[in-house]
């Protein structure tokens, strides 16, 4: 029920507001967004395949870490990507504007993520431990803090889409 009320709102919010700017900026960058995960996925399974294959055949892999094998494979897929886009550049342009919200988009996603972690996984099982919060406790501090700022953060977009100065 609320994501249907989520999407209402910022529907509205689009029409409303972003006829003065490039009405499918907003548009272009999420179908940008979506196109750089599918590729992510993709190279990401890759290479994790391809490093399975390699583990099962040798002993190479032995002792690295779980850490250290998702941070060679974070690197080499945004490597991967950093031509992708290049090559996407040339035969689309796109402007920084779109690389902008895109950037917002993923920093807001991972803000929401470990939100939604902390809530969910450490100790606000119901409505009424949220009553217990102390600001002394880091989780409690992000369950405090993150909200406001993610919104505090969304508003300056807006505004700015809004004014034409992304």
Known sequence: MYWILFSALLLRLAFKYFHKTDNWLVLRSL??????LIVNILCSSLLL???LWIDQHSQLLEKSSSF???AFVTFITGIILYYALALFQRRFRYSKSILTLIEYYIQWILVFVTLYQVIFE???KNVAQIK???LLAPTDLIVGLFPALISSWIAIVLYKLTQNEL
């Open 31 to 36: 179908g940008l967004l979506a196109g750089m």
């Open 49 to 51: 395949l391809g490093i």
């Open 68 to 70: 250290s094998i998702l």
């Open 122 to 124: 450490d100790q606000f």
């Open 132 to 134: 217990k919060l102390s």
